[in-house]
T-cell receptor, first 119, second 112 residues
Framework: DAGVIQSPRHEVTEMGQEVTLRCKPISGHNSLFWYRQTMMRGLELLIYFNNNVPIDDSGMPEDRFSAKMPNASFSTLKIQPSEPRDSAVYFC?????????????????FGPGTRLTVL | GQQLNQSPQSMFIQEGEDVSMNCTSSSIFNTWLWYKQDPGEGPVLLIALYKAGELTSNGRLTAQFGITRKDSFLNISASIPSDVGIYFCAGQPDNAGNMLTFGGGTRLMVKP
């Protein structure tokens, strides 16, 4: 089975340019998450969607960041304009969230990540 | 926000030794997950725990959901070189929607 697919795997761009990261979640999953990983701050949740609807974007650093999920099989994270401090590895993860008998099952599966370098 | 304290931050051990790492929180969690991340890759789910006191094994890995719901540990028995990587705990707090909080990671190095 295909896991979470992300593209591109690597992106090098110049400050001020627009960057678009793409994610295809695992088929049948109902939640999608965008994370950023840096040495200094570890893994940070940027935004997550449930059934294609953005639920919590409190982790989005600033207005330069935006994310969309037009359908259940595709999501984008856009940075415009990009800055050197945006350099990081960006991960997309998806899960099939189930609530059964008072328990919440939320096993998130990660993609391989996009390593972004902004010069 | 929620805080997860993961320790140790790094370990350098001899092949064949057992390893133990843990995560603690000041808040109650209803789910604990353990991931391993290899260089250049995304975290891979190792074990999921959903009930206080639950003890689950996956090969040489064993993890437990603390009875207080505020901690979890991961043990690796008889370590091998391919166990090298960064191990993350992640927890889902009560009333946090579908969000996970991640620990800072434990970097494991194994000497053959």
């Amino acid at each position: 089975d295909a896991g979470v697919i992300q593209s591109p795997r690597h992106e090098v761009t110049e400050m001020g340019q627009e960057v678009t990261l793409r994610c295809k979640p695992i088929s049948g999953h109902n939640s999608l998450f965008w994370y950023r990983q840096t040495m200094m701050r570890g893994l940070e949740l940027l935004i997550y969607f449930n059934n294609n609807v953005p639920i919590d974007d409190s982790g989005m650093p600033e207005d330069r960041f935006s994310a969309k999920m037009p359908n259940a099989s595709f999501s984008t994270l856009k940075i415009q304009p990009s800055e050197p401090r945006d350099s990081a590895v960006y991960f997309c993860a998806s899960s099939l969230v189930l609530r059964l008998g008072g328990s919440s099952y939320n096993e998130q599966f990660f993609g391989p990540g996009t390593r972004l370098t902004v010069l | 926000g929620q805080q997860l304290n993961q320790s140790p931050q790094s370990m350098f051990i001899q092949e064949g030794e057992d390893v133990s790492m843990n995560c603690t929180s000041s808040s109650i969690f209803n789910t604990w997950l353990w991931y391993k991340q290899d260089p250049g890759e995304g975290p891979v789910l190792l074990i999921a725990l959903y009930k206080a006191g639950e003890l689950t094994s996956n090969g040489r890995l064993t993890a437990q959901f603390g009875i207080t719901r505020k901690d979890s540990f991961l043990n690796i028995s008889a370590s091998i070189p391919s166990d090298v990587g960064i191990y993350f705990c992640a927890g889902q707090p009560d009333n946090a929607g579908n969000m996970l909080t991640f620990g800072g990671g434990t970097r494991l190095m194994v000497k053959p």
